[in-house]
Nanobody
Framework: QVQLVESGGGSVQPGGSLRLSCTSS????????MGWYRQAPGQQRDMVAA???????IYTDVAKGRFTIERDNAKKTVYLQMNSLKPEDTAVYYC????????WGQGTQVTVSS
């Protein structure tokens, strides 16, 4: 089984930045397109950005221009650099393959408020 561990969340003011990390227990994830997802209370879990095995990226409208997804296959880690954060970015952030065929980790909380 593949275990995914997210970290790097926290509480920031609007306009601030965070860098999230997702580390896998298995190198097989290097073969997957990997994505970052987020879920706010009472809302569905949505993918916000994804990166394939050769570095190609996809960004949804909420992420484009503000977030950057990267991966380091040697470290079995996927990153999400989040800049110009807004209150509406507040959510629990998760990583998974895209499509989300792996077990979910615990996520990491991102809170953007004044």
């Amino acid at each position: 089984q593949v275990q995914l561990v997210e970290s790097g969340g926290g509480s920031v003011q609007p306009g601030g930045s965070l860098r999230l990390s997702c580390t896998s227990s298995e190198s097989i994830v290097n073969l997957y397109t990997m994505g970052w997802y987020r879920q706010a209370p009472g809302q569905q879990r949505d993918m916000v950005a994804a990166i394939n095995g050769i570095g190609g990226t996809i960004y949804t409208d909420v992420a484009k221009g503000r977030f950057t997804i990267e991966r380091d296959n040697a470290k079995k880690t996927v990153y999400l650099q989040m800049n110009s954060l807004k209150p509406e970015d507040t959510a629990v952030y998760y990583c998974n393959a895209y499509p989300s065929v792996l077990d979910w980790g615990q996520g990491t909380q991102v809170t953007v408020s004044s």
